[in-house]
């Protein structure tokens, strides 16, 4: 995966798949750090799993006998000096974190976190999303619920919708300063 926004896409597809209900996604930009937390409340992992989970070798999935997504994420976040943690639950859902040292030459471009988003709640109605974007002290949030109170009956997951929500967070974010790659 060539950005950040690549593997926040993967792990949240991830949540997805585990029937989670809500998942936050929040970003925050300090320092020279990139920190990226996915946190749902899907069926969770047992501890032998989570242990497992970097594994490239290893993988739920019945269709393929290797997954990728997060052994890439882990390898991507180490080459810059970060770290990737994961704590999950069975029955209770699952936390990931990635650290990423912006300054490392090695750190992916952030990428099109704002496409990334309204893909992924416009993809998905029925789970809501809630996006967070800290830069500094400045926050941007959105949520499923806020966009669907906001249009009332109109069904979120057209096309129109999407290319409203990808400008709107774009915007947002640029107003943040958040540079896109």
């Not at 950005?3 to 925050?28: F, P, R």
């Amino acid at each position: 995966m060539k950005t950040i926004s690549e593997h926040i896409m993967d792990i949240a597809q991830n949540s997805v798949k585990a029937g989670a209900k809500t998942i936050i996604l929040e970003l925050t930009d300090r320092d020279d750090i990139l920190l990226f937390r996915i946190e749902d409340d899907g069926c969770g992992m047992d501890k032998e799993t989570v242990k497992r989970v970097s594994d490239p070798f290893y993988t739920t999935r019945t269709t393929r006998k290797i997954g990728m997504g997060i052994p890439l994420l882990k390898q991507n976040a180490e080459q810059t000096g970060g770290e990737v943690v994961i704590r999950s639950e069975q029955g209770s859902g699952t936390i990931l974190k990635a650290k990423f040292i912006t300054s490392n030459i090695d750190c992916p471009p952030l990428g099109d976190i704002h496409v990334t988003v309204a893909l992924l709640i416009t993809g998905n109605p029925g789970i809501n999303f809630i996006f967070r974007y800290i830069k500094g002290k400045d926050v941007y949030e959105l949520s499923t619920a806020d966009i669907k109170e906001a249009m009332g009956d109109m069904d979120i997951s057209v096309p129109k919708v999407t290319s409203f929500l990808k400008d709107m967070i774009e915007e947002n974010l640029a107003q943040l300063g958040v540079k896109f790659d």
